[in-house]
C-alpha cells in the first residue's frame, strides 16, 4: 500500500505508525520480545493499522548477538522489520545506551517519515526514552507501553531514573498493560490523563486445550505421574527456585522448566541438594507456538515471578485448559480473577506454592479455558486504535 500523500492520517483511513522497540523477535533471538510482535500482529491484522517496525539491536565485540547474525531488514509475519545496531557499552549502558539508540534510529525514521505519523514505543527504557526525543525531532506523536521491570525497578537504578521521569512526561501517551502497572506509573509521576491501560491478550486459535490430552502426554514421553509446568527466563526474579522447592510437599509431581538464562547451574544445584532433581528438566528455551503442548500436558502451571506487568504465560496456559498458581505481582490479579482460573496464594513461598497446586488440581480445565476466551485481543486493539486515532486528530487541531 502506497503511503498517504500528506503527514496526517485522513479520519477513516488507516492509522501509519512505526512501532521501535529493542524488544522483538530475530533471527537470533526468535523468543525476544514476543509479546511484542504478537500484539503488533493483531493490531494491524484488521486492517486499521499500516506499521514498520524499528527494532535496533544492541552490538558490542564479543558479545552477542553478533553483528552478523541478524540482518539489517527482513520481513515477519508480512512486516517489514528494520534492525539498525547501536553501541552498547559495558557497564556504561544506563547512561549512553539511549543517546545511542537515537543516533542508531535516527536515518531510518528520517527516511520512514513521511509514510508514518506517530511512534508506537514499546519499554520505558531505552526504548521510550530514546522514542520521545526522537518523536521531537520529527515532529511526530509517541506513545510508550510500559510492560514492567521498566516501571518497577530500572527508575530506581542512577541515571536512568531520571530519563524515564522525563520522557513519561513528554510522551503523548502511555499505555499500562495491567491496572497494577498504571498505579507503579502514578507512583514515577506519570500524568493521569495520559494513561491506558490495554491488557495483553492470547491468540485463542493457537492456545487451545489439545484433542487428546492422553495421547500428548506419551508423546511428551511423560508418565503417569502430576506435572507442573514453568515458562520464563532462568533469572532471580522469575524465582523458579521456590517451585522446585515446592516439590518437597509435592512427591507426586514433575516439574518442567522453559526457558534459558544464568540461574541455570544454580537451579540444578538445588534441585540436588533438594533430592528432588530426578523430577526436574530444566528443557531450555521453546518456540514460542511449541508452548501450547507443555501447557496442554500440564496439571498446573505455576508463576512465581517478583515483578510481572501482565504475565502472558497465565492466559495461555489457561487458554490451554490449565489452571494456574501464580505469587502476587502486578497483573496476576487481573488475569487470575475467578476462581476457575486458578489461585494468586497470599505469600511468595515453596509452602504456599505447593498448597496452591493442590488446590487447583480439582478445577474443571474446561471452566478454566472458558475464563481464558475473555481475553482475546480484540479489544485491545480497539483501545490502540482508538488511542492513536485521537492522538492525531488532536495534532490536526492544533496544526
Not at 523477535?25 to 504478537?38: D, K
Not at 537515537?102 to 517519515?113: F, G, M
Not at 486504535?385 to 486528530?393: D, G, K
Amino acid at each position: 500500500m502506497e503511503p498517504l500523500p500528506h503527514s496526517q492520517t485522513l479520519p477513516g483511513a488507516s492509522v501509519r505508525i512505526v512501532t521501535f522497540s529493542t524488544l522483538y523477535p530475530n533471527p537470533a533471538q526468535p523468543n525476544h520480545g514476543v509479546f511484542v510482535e504478537n500484539r503488533l500482529r493483531h493490531l494491524v491484522a484488521g486492517g486499521e493499522a499500516i506499521c514498520t517496525v524499528l527494532a535496533p539491536v544492541p552490538w558490542f565485540p564479543g558479545r552477542a548477538p553478533a553483528r552478523g547474525a541478524v540482518p539489517a531488514e527482513e520481513f515477519r509475519r508480512g512486516l517489514r522489520v528494520l534492525h539498525p545496531r547501536f553501541l552498547a557499552l559495558p557497564k556504561l549502558g544506563l547512561l549512553t545506551n539511549p543517546a545511542m539508540l537515537e543516533r542508531a534510529a535516527l536515518p531510518a525514521l528520517r527516511r520512514l517519515a513521511p509514510q508514518f505519523d506517530l511512534l508506537d514505543a514499546h519499554y520505558l527504557f531505552p526504548d521510550g526514552v530514546a522514542a520521545v526525543r526522537l518523536g521531537r525531532r520529527l515532529g511526530k506523536k509517541v506513545v510508550i507501553t510500559a510492560r514492567g521491570s521498566d516501571t518497577s525497578q530500572l527508575p530506581h537504578l542512577p541515571f536512568a531514573g531520571a530519563m524515564i521521569r522525563e520522557a513519561l512526561y513528554e510522551a503523548d501517551a502511555i499505555i499500562a498493560v495491567s491496572e497494577g502497572l498504571k498505579q507503579g506509573l502514578l507512583a514515577l509521576g506519570a500524568p493521569e490523563n495520559k494513561i491506558t491501560v490495554l491488557r495483553n491478550g492470547v491468540d485463542t486459535a493457537i492456545f487451545h486445550p489439545p484433542a487428546d490430552r492422553a495421547a500428548l502426554r506419551a508423546e511428551l514421553g511423560l508418565g503417569a505421574g502430576k506435572l507442573l509446568v514453568s515458562v520464563g527466563l532462568l533469572i532471580p526474579r522469575k524465582r523458579h527456585h521456590l517451585t522446585i522447592e515446592a516439590l518437597r510437599d509435592l512427591p507426586d509431581h514433575c516439574l518442567v522448566i522453559l526457558g534459558e538464562g544464568p540461574e541455570r547451574a544454580a537451579l540444578e544445584a538445588l534441585a540436588t541438594r533438594l533430592g528432588v532433581a530426578g523430577r526436574v528438566t530444566l528443557l531450555g528455551a521453546r518456540p514460542h507456538t511449541e508452548l501450547t503442548r507443555w501447557y496442554g500436558a500440564a496439571d498446573v502451571m505455576v508463576l512465581a515471578s517478583e515483578r510481572e506487568g501482565w504475565a502472558n504465560v497465565l492466559l495461555e496456559s489457561m487458554a490451554c485448559g490449565t489452571p494456574v498458581v501464580a505469587t502476587p505481582a502486578w497483573g496476576v490479579t487481573e488475569a487470575i480473577s475467578t476462581p476457575e482460573a486458578g489461585r494468586v496464594v497470599a505469600e511468595a513461598s515453596a509452602a504456599a506454592i505447593a498448597a496452591g497446586v493442590r488446590e487447583v488440581a480439582r478445577l474443571s480445565r474446561a471452566a478454566t479455558r472458558t475464563h481464558a476466551e475473555r481475553f482475546g485481543w480484540e479489544g485491545t486493539t480497539r483501545g490502540q486504535i482508538s488511542l492513536f486515532r485521537r492522538l492525531l486528530e488532536e495534532s490536526t487541531c492544533l496544526s
